[in-house]
């Protein structure tokens, strides 16, 4: 790992253990302290990422009360011809599998079906699970520690878009893809666990984990 990512890895844990410890705090004394070290791992995070201590500030109220590594999920949407829908990223233009942060009150499954709708008006079903990727491993760019759950999904509706997609100011298109034809300007870590959607849809339904 770069020095950027070994801080922010430090940084990230350093979030962990603040946001279990201020859970469980039982005097005003020991919030402090875990306080504290929010701050520090907000500098941290600063260090690492170029961006001020104060852009970082409303990572407190959101990420940084996350406990443990935060939870993600995409969906492979791949149709009965072996082509896989890609949405194109709004905020730097790069193409990935539709996906994103899991919700308290949600599978998994639930959460890449949702993602799957919200950024491509796609309704889909999930069919497997294909893999359980951990951020460091797998070539994603993130400050944060991240699980990274993938689902094989079949399109519904023929694959036609709702045009009420809520998160369509997230994405600039989308577009079916096949497996040779991938577009080289992938989303970091998504050239990586494609792959692993195509060796379910083919048959192997073995998840593939790190370890």
């Given at each position: 790992m770069t020095l950027s990512q070994t801080l922010a890895l430090w940084a990230d844990r350093l979030r962990d253990i603040s946001s279990v410890g201020l859970m469980f705090a039982d005097n005003i004394y020991h919030r402090q302290r875990y306080e504290?070290?929010?701050?520090?791992?907000?500098?941290?995070?600063a260090l690492a990422t170029g961006e001020l201590p104060e852009q970082l500030e409303p990572l407190r109220a959101t990420v940084m009360r996350q406990?443990?590594?935060?939870?993600?999920?995409?969906?492979?949407?791949?149709?009965?011809?072996g082509r896989i829908l890609l949405i194109r990223r709004a905020d730097n233009g790069r193409w990935a599998m539709p996906g994103g942060l899991l919700e308290v009150g949600e599978t998994a499954a639930e959460g890449a079906v949702r993602e799957a709708f919200e950024e491509s008006g796609v309704r889909c079903e999930p069919v497997a699970l294909a893999s359980v990727h951990d951020s460091r491993l797998c070539g994603t760019v993130s400050a944060h520690h991240l699980y990274h759950f993938l689902f094989l999904c079949r399109p519904l509706n023929g694959g036609l878009p709702?045009?009420?997609?809520?998160?369509?100011?997230?994405?600039?298109?989308?577009?079916?893809?096949?497996?040779?034809?991938?577009p080289s300007a992938l989303h970091a870590g998504h050239a990586e666990r494609i792959p692993e959607a195509y060796r379910v849809w083919r048959g192997d339904h073995r998840a593939y984990f790190d370890w």
């Open positions: 504290t070290l929010q701050d520090i791992a907000l500098e941290m995070f406990p443990s590594a935060i939870s993600t999920a995409d969906a492979a949407i791949i149709d009965e011809t709702v045009a009420s997609a809520s998160h369509a100011n997230e994405t600039l298109g989308m577009a079916w893809f096949t497996e040779a034809d991938l």
